[in-house]
């Protein structure tokens, strides 16, 4: 096991009725802004439960916060929050909402252009407190210190992650979740799956329990995802999802381990150029970039193969097909597609691609050896 230091300061409140706890857990006398995505809040009484319980303190609300959150947008709302003396933000929404609410609270304490903080979070330093209603069970934010901004005028989306912008609470209510479409369900499912993989799929590093526990939320994910794709409105089976996608990016199976996030990087430049959505992005890259690096991931392909998809082939390589096959059939199943070309995406995204990755400079991998060359082979088997 790899020396680690581990901290997760954040509360979790969990459960029916629960966003009435805000009265309580926001100390009276801050004054708070709220931040919103573009509206779901207002037709699935998220909205309502908020307002009744901070009836109490002052508030100001910024709305808009897209999808992808985008720099522009929240360099408003850091003006919005600045003008009214705001000490306390509260974000009310899904991983988009929250990860712009903490670059906002970043971002009103930073003296110098603030797109610094994103390509450099070590500029990070400890300022506005950041809570959230999460409302969409996919990214993790709601309890880790990481955030992922887009600068569309600069075609850029960039993650970066510090321990000063855990938030200091989240409120996590499955009814809540009710209300999402579909296709939001299905890429929160890929996107949890993923934040696993990134962690596991490495190679064997004596870290027994943080296999089990990663091991526990795929495990779980194959059993859950189609059903709540199909149906999100059982309390049980939202809550188990909830929880995942909370313990699969809050680090505690990140302990110790070697870790990947090669898929997420290129990802994020898939989104950039053509704005697919994050989860898109993984369903279609994940596959082929298994198949270029089987090689080096051989050891815990077939620990993968065997605990989560009880795979009894005895030929390691066929076992290790079996299992990448597998995982492309389960995106599948939880309604995302696995192809560049199921979104009009074609061979021109090879070059486009990996130039990007060049122009960066930075190899990717638990390796590091994932490098321009390697993005074009997987773009090529994407397409
Ligand atoms: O904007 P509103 O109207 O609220 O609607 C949203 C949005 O259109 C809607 N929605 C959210 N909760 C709902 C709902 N609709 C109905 N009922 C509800 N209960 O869903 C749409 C998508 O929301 P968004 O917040 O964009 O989705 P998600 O939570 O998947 O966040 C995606 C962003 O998070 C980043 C992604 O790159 C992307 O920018 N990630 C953040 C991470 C982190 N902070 O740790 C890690 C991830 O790997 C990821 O990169
Ligand atoms: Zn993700």
Not at 204 to 210: G, H, K, R, S
Not at 353 to 378: F, M, P, Q, S, T
Request: glycine share 6%; net charge neutral; aromatic share 10%.
């Amino acid at each position: 096991m790899n020396n680690f230091s581990f901290v997760n300061p954040t509360k979790i409140i969990f459960g029916k009725g629960q966003i009435s706890q805000l009265a309580t857990e926001i100390p009276s006398g801050k004054r708070v802004m709220i931040t919103f995505g573009g509206g779901s809040v207002r037709s699935n009484s998220v909205y309502d439960q908020v307002k009744i319980a901070l009836k109490n303190h002052f508030t100001v609300e910024f709305w808009g916060i897209e999808p992808n959150p985008d720099y522009e947008t929240l360099l408003k709302a850091v003006i919005v929050a600045q003008e009214n003396n705001v000490d306390f933000l509260l974000a009310v929404g899904g991983g988009s909402v929250l990860d712009g609410t903490k670059f906002i609270s970043q971002a009103m304490s930073f003296n110098a252009d603030p797109w610094k903080l994103v390509k450099n979070a070590q500029l990070c330093k400890p300022s506005v407190p950041v809570a959230s209603v999460m409302t969409l069970p996919a990214t993790g934010s709601e309890m880790n210190g990481r955030a992922v901004i887009s600068y569309r005028a600069k075609k850029e989306k960039l993650a970066f992650m510090s321990e000063h912008m855990f938030p200091k609470f989240s409120i996590l209510d499955p009814e809540v979740t009710y209300s999402l479409p579909t296709h939001q369900i299905s890429n929160g499912v890929v996107d949890t799956f993923m934040h696993a993989m990134e962690q596991y799929m490495t190679y064997p590093a004596q870290a027994f329990l943080m296999d089990r526990w990663a091991e526990g939320i795929l495990k779980t994910l194959t059993e859950i995802g189609e059903k709540v794709v199909k149906d999100h409105t059982n309390y049980d089976l939202m809550s188990n999802y909830m929880l995942c996608a909370t313990m699969a990016l809050n680090d505690f199976i990140g302990m110790g381990v070697p870790q990947d996030w090669a898929t997420h990087r290129i990802g994020h430049d898939l989104t950039a150029v053509y704005g697919l959505d994050h989860a898109q992005t993984l369903a279609v890259l994940y596959p082929a970039f298994l198949k270029v690096t089987k090689a080096e991931k051989r050891d815990k392909l077939l620990q993968y193969a065997e605990r989560v998809w009880e795979i009894k082939e005895k030929d390691p390589d066929k076992k290790i097909d079996a299992a990448i096959e597998q995982t492309e059939q389960f995106f599948r199943r939880v309604g995302l597609k696995t192809r560049l070309h199921e979104y009009q995406i074609n061979d021109e995204a090879v070059e486009i691609v990996a130039e990007r990755v060049l122009l960066r400079g930075i190899v990717y991998g638990e390796h590091k050896n994932i490098d321009a060359d390697a993005v074009k082979k997987i773009i090529r088997l994407a397409l």
